[in-house]
């Protein structure tokens, strides 16, 4: 069986360094496509362009994952800026905004890790909080992930995945506030904020609030590539399975005979 394709969205920034170069960039972690790639996909990176092009990118993928990064423009969810709240993505909020519509439209399963979870609340009509205390690393420390626990919720998609509670690598400021209409909260952690969002089943539509490529827990991608994989197979009838297989157009033609001498 083939390996579901599996999009990655990824950072645009206006600089970055490798050898002697110094130049614009979209980039991303390499562990997000190397969990990818361990829970048995096929890793493409989704770097920003026209929202316009969102829904033909979608069409070609069999699971999209929203990866994490620069706090959700506040004006998307009818915010004044919280002085505390990051430098805009403009670019990269316009593109995975169209990416999660596109991807919602089409039925194509999602993942939304951090802030691609935040950005599925707003595309679906609700708020972040833009500051929280105590979900970052160290106190102090900067670019280092901190852990706390997290608990699903049972009876949903994200506790089928990871069930009762666990610890989780997490680092953000940000938060969902007023849960979008349609979607459910499916993990908390001990002070309340919501860890993870979903879509009702059968949809498999997924947010969640830590960084599962920054552990050694991958259930969430392999359960992503499952279905994603699940994609790939067409669906079968009874007769149809009873049916002798047939071949049509060019794999119909038959070699000609070569002419006797």
């Known amino acids: 069986m083939s390996e579901p394709l599996i999009g990655v969205s990824t950072y645009l920034e206006p600089v970055a ?6 130049l614009p960039a979209a980039l991303l972690p390499a562990a997000y496509p190397r969990m ?3 829970s048995g996909g096929l890793a493409a990176l989704l770097p920003p362009d026209a929202p316009a092009r969102a829904g033909a990118a979608v069409a070609r993928l069999d699971g999209l994952v929203v990866a994490g990064g ?3 423009e506040p004006g998307l969810y009818g915010a004044e800026r919280d002085f505390r709240t990051g430098p805009p993505a403009q670019e990269r909020d316009a593109w995975e905004l169209a990416l999660i519509r ?3 439209d089409s039925g194509t399963p ?4 951090c802030r691609g979870m935040q950005l599925l609340n707003v595309a679906l009509g609700g708020t972040l909080t833009q500051h929280l205390d105590g979900h970052t690393g160290p106190l102090g420390a900067t670019g280092i992930l901190g852990a706390h626990p997290v608990k699903t919720v049972p ?5 089928s995945i990871v069930p009762g509670e666990s610890a989780v690598p997490t680092y953000h400021h940000q938060c969902v506030q007023r849960l979008a209409p349609g979607l459910v909260a499916s ?3 001990a002070d309340g904020t919501v860890e993870a969002i979903e879509l009702p089943r059968p949809q498999w539509v997924l947010g969640v609030q830590w960084h599962p490529e920054m552990g050694d827990d991958s259930r969430l991608m392999q359960a992503l590539v499952a279905a994603s994989t699940a994609r790939l197979i067409p669906a079968r009838t009874p007769s149809e399975d009873l049916a002798p297989p047939r071949t049509t157009g060019a794999r119909e033609r038959v070699r000609p005979r070569e002419p006797r001498s």
């Open 70 to 72: 620069a706090d959700v």
């Open 102 to 104: 596109a991807a919602l």
């Open 155 to 159: 009876g949903t998609l994200c506790a």
């Open 17 to 22: 360094r490798w050898g002697v170069w110094e």
């Open 36 to 38: 990818v790639q361990q």
């Open 110 to 113: 999602l993942l939304g890790i």
């Open 187 to 189: 993990a908390h952690a």
